[in-house]
């Protein structure tokens, strides 16, 4: 059922696809990766949430360049999927209610994530989140939701982030 859906949205018309596959018990290769990727660069916005991935396979992912929203909450994440670093038009990422310890930017670049503007890792299990200076580059991001983690400060280089407006920070263990 999921495939036909898949290939109906394929054949359609609609200049930009939203890919809904939420809480449907899919583990990462049970996903339509093949019938998704026919889909291209016109998949606007990829949900999986409530799945229980614990990890996702980068390479159909990387393909779908045209992506902006990309959901990912609640699929059991312990780390961030990389892939998600090589999305250069994403604006949203949610990755929300994973189970994911720590976020650093370090080798992984999200510089080249021009576009990106929110950020959401609410109600995880973070104890560190670390900006390199170079995130300074990521222009646009405007909000950045940390609530409901394991955080004792608030991320160092932080402010060089100009363009943030909104950074929840609640329920951590902040002082």
């Not at 996903?31 to 390479?59: C, E, M, R």
């Not at 608030?154 to 950074?167: D, G, H, W």
């Amino acid at each position: 059922m999921v495939y036909e859906k898949i290939q109906r949205l394929a054949s359609s018309k609609a200049k930009y696809k939203k890919i809904f596959l939420s809480k449907m018990n899919l583990n990462p290769n049970d996903a339509p990766w093949d019938n998704i990727l026919k889909i291209g660069k016109s998949v606007y916005s990829l949900n999986l949430s409530g799945n229980s991935f614990g990890s996702l396979p980068s390479a159909p992912l990387e393909k779908l360049q045209g992506l902006v929203i990309l959901n990912l909450q609640q699929c059991d994440y312990k780390e961030i999927p990389l892939t998600i670093f090589k999305l250069e038009k994403v604006e949203t990422i949610i990755l929300s209610h994973n189970q994911i310890t720590s976020f650093q930017f370090q080798n992984k670049s999200p510089l080249e994530m021009d576009h990106l503007k929110y950020l959401d890792l609410c109600d995880n299990q973070l104890s560190e989140f670390e900006f390199p200076k170079e995130a300074c580059s990521l222009q646009n991001l405007q909000e950045i939701n940390l609530g409901f983690n394991k955080l004792r400060k608030i991320p160092e280089n932080v402010t060089l982030l100009k363009s943030v407006k909104t950074m929840r920070l609640n329920n951590n263990l902040i002082d």
